[in-house]
């Protein structure tokens, strides 16, 4: 680092510390009320959902009582996770164009669910994706290794929450301190375990419609003070940033982030690949399908949050821009080297550093950034307690004599042990960008699960071994890439800097894993002796189309 250069990032770290302390200490009592206020209102709404929760059926898909708005209201909360929100506009902020694709490939990702996935699954299953696989295969093994990649999947996921709520908490209470951080990425996973045990799916599910309607009310309030910061003017919006960011023209062509070298232009194709395909195979997505009565509802649902979703990230462009254009890069860098704290910054920069409204502002939207992490861990800590519960103990250990409250039970300690993980693993993520870590497990799914349940779907000579190697091949694959690559080691924004032992060179696995996926699962029913049952997929078939015989 040149002494200017360390000249510069020692004035954005001082400008970050005194906004940090200055504007917390001095708003704090405003900031912790907003927070308690919200988290007592999310617990008030788990406990009476948790009364209601009677069966299983009630706790893994809230007694299929949604509607198709409320599912749809609540997917979108699912899936408008802390990536979307601070990571995106962080990454657009610092990169620019390159930063915006994110937004696209999430959006984009949603018509691959629609079409192939979304009504099949729904009337296919009960519970889990174990449920579809293992309609017309061995049960224990398929259910065992559908609950595996589910777990592992759900894990990454929660990295990246568990990341922004250390970030984004720390920011607000002046919180510098490694330790502070970590005791932030506790009590947040202390809280998903409340919310999963108590509330089950009904419990999530309000949570995550409430948390909805916020975010994006949220976000329409900071796009609306952004554009009229520049009279609406979209050009002087991108002019701004473009100046602001110091990198000129460059900033809103490709190329900045994933351009440079061949190696970048690749891990650009394997993050496109992992962002699309890789919604259809988030296992706490796939599970809110089951929460509502009928095909139509799961269609309907799924049209409603393409809509939310679509309007969400066309406004991250006014929220990652509008941060390039009033809000120094290094200040951003100083304050999160990765830039998830784009947006808290740019309320506090919209309402005014040393104002009250910008206090306000800033502990307005952090809170809103925090229900957002609650929601989404809550989320994806059931499916993979409920993969865990109904899979794994139900139908492996206990061989389908488990009774439903045996079962609920062990859902419930299961979320105590992912969350004790995800605590673990969040805290040595914490500086990490949320929405590369949330391309993670895009790519993990799409490489493990998409292959397995699109083949199950749709090709009549699928067997047990083809599943298998799927599952197993595709999540061995993209798990073990990620561990060797600039992600885990090997740079200054990896999860061990001082460490080096990364062999692959890109920071997404998806242009490898998922073709390997595909690959195994057509290799593993080829080369297998087994005979599928023609009986058993016709009336999958049926099934899946018609929705007749469902649950």
Avoid: C
């Avoid at 907003?34 to 809230?62: E, H, P």
């Amino acid at each position: 680092m040149s002494p200017a250069q360390h000249t510069l990032s020692t004035t954005g770290r001082a400008s970050y510390t005194l906004l940090a302390a200055g504007e917390a200490s001095e708003h704090r009592t405003l900031i912790i009320t907003l927070f308690a206020v919200f988290v007592a209102a999310t617990l008030v709404i788990t406990i009476w959902a948790g009364r209601q929760t009677k069966d299983a059926a009630d706790f893994y898909a809230g007694g299929r009582q949604f509607t198709g708005f409320q599912n749809g209201l609540a997917v979108s909360g699912d899936y408008m996770s802390a990536a979307s929100f601070l990571g995106i506009a962080g990454a657009i902020a610092l990169f620019g164009y390159d930063g915006f694709l994110y937004s696209i490939g999430f959006l984009v990702a949603w018509l691959v669910a629609l079409l192939l996935v979304a009504e099949p699954l729904r009337n296919s299953g009960r519970y889990t994706m174990g449920d579809v696989l293992a309609y017309r295969m061995r049960q224990r093994p398929v259910r065992t290794a559908a609950g595996t990649s589910t777990i592992v999947v759900s894990i990454f996921y929660l990295l990246a929450q568990m990341a922004g709520a250390g970030v984004l908490v720390s920011l607000l209470l002046g919180i510098t301190s490694d330790g502070g951080k970590i005791g932030i990425v506790a009590l947040v996973g202390l809280l998903m375990i409340v919310y999963v045990t108590i509330g089950g799916m009904k419990g999530t599910t309000w949570v995550q419609m409430v948390k909805a309607v916020l975010l994006i009310a949220g976000a329409v309030l900071l796009t609306f003070l952004v554009l009229l910061k520049f009279h609406f003017n979209i050009s002087d919006l991108l002019g701004k940033a473009a100046d602001n960011s110091g990198k000129g023209s460059a900033f809103l062509e490709p190329g900045l982030k994933y351009g440079a070298t061949g190696t970048t232009k690749l891990d650009f194709i394997s993050l496109g690949i992992a962002l699309v395909l890789g919604t259809a195979g988030l296992p706490h997505i796939l599970i809110r399908f089951y929460t509502v009565p009928t095909a139509k509802a799961a269609r309907k649902s799924v049209i409603w949050a393409i809509g939310l979703i679509g309007a969400f990230y066309l406004m991250t462009l006014a929220l990652g821009f509008g941060a390039a254009a009033l809000i120094k890069p290094d200040e951003i860098i100083a304050s999160n080297k990765a830039g998830n704290t784009a947006a808290p910054l740019l309320a506090l920069h919209l309402g005014g550093v040393d104002s009250n409204w910008g206090a306000v502002l800033l502990a307005t939207i952090s809170a809103v950034a925090f229900a957002t992490i609650l929601a989404v861990v809550a989320g994806l800590t059931l499916a993979s307690s409920s993969s865990f519960a109904h899979d794994i103990y139900a139908n492996v250990i206990k061989k389908g004599q488990a009774t439903e409250k045996q079962e609920v039970g062990a859902a419930r300690w299961a979320t105590v042990g992912i969350g004790a993980v995800s605590i673990v693993l969040g805290a040595l993520a914490r500086d990490l960008n949320v929405a590369g870590l949330v391309a993670l497990a895009f790519a993990v799914a799409a490489s493990a699960n998409l292959p397995t349940i699109l083949y199950s779907l749709f090709w009549k000579r699928f067997t047990t071994s083809g599943a298998l190697w799927s599952i197993y091949g595709g999540l061995v694959t993209a798990v073990g890439l990620v561990l060797f690559s600039p992600v885990v080691s090997g740079k200054p924004t990896s999860m061990f800097p001082e460490a080096d032992f990364h062999w692959f060179p890109l920071e997404n696995p998806g242009i490898i894993s998922i073709p390997v996926g595909f690959l195994l699962g057509a290799l593993g029913t080829l080369l297998s002796k087994e005979t599928p049952d023609s009986g058993k997929y016709a009336e999958l078939e049926v099934r899946s189309l018609t929705g007749t015989g469902a649950h």
